[in-house]
């Protein structure tokens, strides 16, 4: 039985890069990318709260990813136009087309929104996790949570109301 | 003092952290102002998108699913006993073969046991010796032509062991 997060919060990690990534192989690079960046981090500074590091740090790793898979990777997310070819034949089988494009709206929505509340939504509705536990892992108010909770959600709704 | 109270409320019901009683205001509220009903229906929309997501969950009962259907729905178990029987069949095979091919070697005949190659004429089959000279293969015989002739010359023998003689022969010819 080991002891160190990484190992034991591994299958949570790829749950969180499928969410965004949709693909398999993708969530395992994804995995391993964050436990080169975990093994480098311990080394310097072990974290206060390793599963909050450790799912922020995959989202940011699924949000580059999903980035590079894009012809534009730069600039704007509207410039974003996905390599859809090429994405579908690698997505899982949970997709099609109509899934494939809604999953992307919303995935270049969320890479729209802040990192704070890029966090808290992936905690909140991705890890489940409640306010007060959100709100230790980032040493902030729970109060203040919940306003990034409803202002991420609002971003996310104005940018895929502005899509449609 | 209501949209005060909504905005307060809003997060935890979106949240699913409200107790009974402040659900019963939420509720109240939505009910009452339609604008704030829609403002919530439409954060609720967004939320149940982030929530249907793939998840990496489905995806692996998917992967079950689909493989306990190519097994007829019953997960394919190897039991201790199997593994044993198909060890013993395989060094009885690997013991066979080897045997077959060192007696090929050195008398250079096959023995054929099956029925079919005898003569069916009765009086043939008494004069014949049981030990029929061996086929002489056509130089360039393939691995097709000799599992043919492998069959041919009697089901009982082992087909690989067949196959192997009838390789040498051509090798040999």
Known sequence: ???????????????????????HHDALDVVQDVFVRWNRHCQADYPASPRAWLRRVTVNCALDAYRKQCRTPTESVDDWAPLEDQRNAQRAPTFDGATTERHDELIRAMA????????????????????????RDMDLA??????????????????????? | MSHEEFEQLLPEALGY?????????????????????DEYDRLVAVRSRLEQTPSAEALSERSERKMTTHRGGQPRKVTAWVRIAASWLLAFAGGYTTHAMFNANRTGEVRVESPALVSENPSDAT???PTLSPPVSDEGQTMHDAIREARLRGPRRSMLSQCMVAMLKSAGS
């Open chain 1, 142 to 164: 729970p109060s203040t949570v919940k306003t990034h909770y409803v202002r991420g959600l609002q971003n996310l709704r104005d940018y895929l109301e502005g899509q449609s």
């Open chain 2, 127 to 129: 004069s014949q010796s």
């Open chain 2, 17 to 37: 952290e409200l107790d009974p009683e402040r659900q019963r205001r939420f509720e109240k509220l939505l009910n009452d102002y339609p604008d704030l009903r």
């Open chain 1, 1 to 23: 039985m080991t002891n160190d997060p990484f190992q034991m919060l591994r299958n949570d990690m790829y749950g969180w890069a499928f969410r965004i990534l949709g693909r």
């Open chain 1, 112 to 135: 729209a929104c802040s990192e704070t509340q890029r966090f808290v939504l992936a905690a909140k509705i991705f890890d489940e996790q409640s306010f007060a536990s959100i709100a």
